[in-house]
Structure formats: C-alpha cells, structure tokens
C-alpha cells in the first residue's frame, strides 16, 4: 500500500476509534447523568424555563433552547406538557427566531376575557410575551438589539403565530432590556409586566397585551446584589390573614452566595403601579449554586409553583453530558412564611412527587451513634430517591451518598456554623470548571430546636429543603459510577425522630 493511503487509512481507523470511543462515553454518560424524575430536553440545549402557564388540564413548559447544539445559541422555545408536573411529554418547538431576532426568556398568560381582541370565536386566546434579541445587532455594537414582543395561540398552546405588530415594547436603547413576566392585576382590570433592565426592574401596564404604559421601576445600587445583570424577574402575591404580601423576584448572574447565578427575593408591597420593597436587603430563594432563572406558573389560582434551571452559567455550556445539555429543577410550591417579624419565602417540593414513591421504608428514634450505615432495607440505595428526616435537636448531621470508586456527596447541617451544607468536593468529575468541585453552604433561618431536612435525589443532582422549605439547596453533580451507599453520620449522640425514604420511579 501507498505509505499516504496507509496514513489514511490509520488516520480514518484512529478517527473512527475516537467517535466510536466517545459514542460510548456519549451513551455512557446519558445512561449515568440523565436525570430520571427531572425535565430535561430530548437533545441539546436548555437554559430558563419560559411561559409557564396552567390550561385545560395541562401544564405548559416553554424553555429556552438551542435545537442545534447542545451548548447556547440562538434561542428558540422548547415545548413540553404535563399533567403532574413530573411527568413531560416533549412537543415540537413553539417559537423560532424571526427578523427581529431570537426568542429570549418571557411569560404567557391566558386572556380570558380577549382583552388582546385576538380570540376567534369561543376560543380564548394564551399570549406568549418574550424578548427578541436581535445578535446581529448586539455583534454590530448596537444599543437596540432587545425588544418586547408577543405571539398567540389559539388552539391552547399547539401552534404559536407572531404577532404583526411586534415589538409590542421597543428599547429605550438599552443593551440589557428583557425577560417579560405577565400577569393580571385584578384590582385595576390591567396586564402587569415585571421587566429586567440592567440592574433594576421596570413595571408596565396595558389593557390589552399590546399597548404597554411604563409605571414605575425599582432596584439599582443599594437595593440586593448587583454583581452581575437583573434578569427574569416574577411579581407574585400571597395572602396573610386577609392581607395581600408581593414577592420581587429578581434573578442575577454573577452575585449568587456560593457563587455565578442564583435568585434574591424583596418581600413588599405593590398598588398597581410601584412595588415598595419593606427591605432593601438581599434574600435568597435557594443558596444551592444551581437553581437560575426560575420563574412561577401563570393561572394556577391559589397555588405559587416556581421551577428553575438547574445550572450555572459559570459551567452550564460544559458540563459532561454529550447529547443534551442542563435539567429543570423540581417544581416547588412557594409560600409565605413569617419567621420572627421577618416575611421569607418557603419552597417544598411539589406533593405530586410523592406519586412517584414506592419501597418507603419509615424509621422512628434512631440513636445515632457516630454512624448508621443503611443495610438490608435501604442498602444499595436505589437513586432517585426521597429521605425525609426529622431530628429532635438541630446537632450535627451528615447523610453521605457514595460509590465503589470512593466518590462521595455529603447533605448535612453543622450546628456550630448553624448552617447546611452539601459538599460536592469529592462527587465524581469536576475537572470541567475549577471552581466546581466545592462545599457550598446555607444559613439556617428557623430558631425552633427541631430540625428536618426533605432531600430530593437523582442520579446528578441534591435538592435540600430544609425546615419545612425555609432553606433551600440545588447541586448538580457528576459521579463517574452512580452512587450506591448510603450512610447517616454524625458526631454528636443524635436521636433521629422521623426517618422516611423513599425509592422514586424513574420518568424515563
Ligand atoms: C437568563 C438569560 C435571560 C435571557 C436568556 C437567554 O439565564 O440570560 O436573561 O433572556 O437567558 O437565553
């Protein structure tokens, strides 16, 4: 043979090895990172959840998504419902970019009463309103390049047209103008939307979705973090004892606590046209580094459910999995929750979870001594599981997930710092980003002396909720051998009150 062809052909033969070779790291890694009780997308990209909205029945997922790759890039709307909120089933993108650009992070709503005037006949209109980023615009240096605009569905979210009047909002010239979230302000029969602008948050009203008045804004230096962007903001209410409480919340990236992207919350008061915060100082929704850019359900009457996008731009576009890229977190339901005088926000887990628990095993007064391995009943603990555990005083507590290659992840609460932590310092793969492998922590908000952790596993992610909701924990994390161990540990003699766990059926 021609020593060239033979060059080929060795070139061909090591190149068909590399493919084959990261075919199967590629299938490997599906089968060890795919979420099995999380959304994530058939293939490709996912970052925020968009136009969250109850209808018929139906729960409707829009996200932000790359059809193309599975890393960022021009953004379209992913598409998939669920009855449950666990359960998804994936539908054929709903928005494409168009002349005005790609369709960035935005809202939908259902317009009962056709104040858009786009129904036809008995059919009520949902709106989708999102920004439209223009990239050749932002690449050309300009100031203009994001827009407000709208579509409309009226066949209950199958199909979306793009409306002939976009943009409906056009830029002040403003680089940073976007992530509209809607919602009907009963009070003065108007469309409210929150918008994020740079480093604060504009309030607009309209009559019809279509024609925006621009009310009030809030935020800029001196009122939460500024380390980076405000983006998708979410105006929500709640009711205490008859009186109406607002919650702004404002997600920002970078300025997390336990760094990159995260959500602060201002707990204040709203009278349709200002939002007046009672403090200006930073709260946040979850201290986990892996819970952005979550936003709540339109007409889901008195229940608030947020779901967030379990990542962080610090990593998102590299973390290892091949054929699609990030997860939604578990949807949660919000309440408001008074702890001295002070108003926080509590996230629980959705209960419809709890239709996915089989093999429950509950455990009452375990003398903790040091450690307590899991055998028999628990022992190769099948993920994703649940463990609920209730502790009659808050003292030291680690529940430690491990595999066979001495990979490790550790929930725990540290008394002395009064704080959570999860410790994903040992998990598995981190050689992606330098700053991932860490132990990230959590401020203990409740002052009663029991103490009880609710923590949602799969096979890459921990979500910790703890004191019913009031502190909150998302990783992600990336074990070359899913784990398989299970152990309590602690270094005080603590009496375990309660232990619940529960295997979760996958979705897959
Ligand atoms: C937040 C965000 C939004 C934007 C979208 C683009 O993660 O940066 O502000 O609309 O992602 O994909």
Known sequence: MYPLIKKIITLAACL????????????????????????????????????????????????????????????????????????????????YPDSLGTIFSGSAVVDSNNTSGFARGKQVPLIAIYTQHNMDGEKAGKDDYQNQSISVSLNDAKTWKTFRGNPVIRTPHLKDFRDPKVFWYEANKTWIMSLAVGDHIEFYSSPNLRIWKKESDV??????????????????????????????????????PNKGSGTQYFVGDFDGHYFTPFSRNVKWLDYGPDNYAGVTWSNTGSRTILAGWMSNWLYANIVPTEKWRNALTIPRDLSLVK?????????????????????????????LDKSFVFSDTINNAAIPCRINLSLLKAQNIELVLSNTKGEQLVVGYDSKANQFFVDRTKSGRSDFFTDFAGLHTAPRFSNTQQLDMSIVIDVASVELFADSGLSVMTEIFFPTETYSKMELRSSDKTTIKHFYYASLKSIL
């Not at 932000?64 to 089933?89: E, F």
């Not at 500024?226 to 607002?246: A, I, M, R």
């Open 16 to 95: 068909i090895s590399v493919f084959h070779l990261s075919a199967q790291l590629s299938s490997a890694n599906e089968q060890l990172y795919r979420p099995r009780i999380h959304f994530t997308p058939a293939a490709n990209w996912m970052n925020d959840p968009n136009g969250m909205v109850f209808y018929k029945g139906l729960y409707h997922l829009f996200y932000q998504h790359n059809p193309g790759a599975p890393v960022w890039g021009p953004m379209h709307w992913g598409h998939a419902t669920s009855k449950d909120l666990i359960h998804w089933k994936h539908l054929s993108i709903a928005i």
């Open 339 to 367: 702890v001295g005088n002070d108003y926080r926000v509590a996230s629980k887990p959705i209960k419809e979870l709890e239709n996915l628990e089989y093999k429950k095993v509950s455990l009452k007064n375990i003398k």
């Open 219 to 256: 935020g800029g230096s001196g009122m939460g973090v500024h380390d980076g962007n405000w983006e998708c903001p979410d105006l929500l209410s709640f009711d205490d004892h008859g009186k109406k409480v607002w919650v702004l919340i404002v997600n920002v990236n970078p300025g997390a």
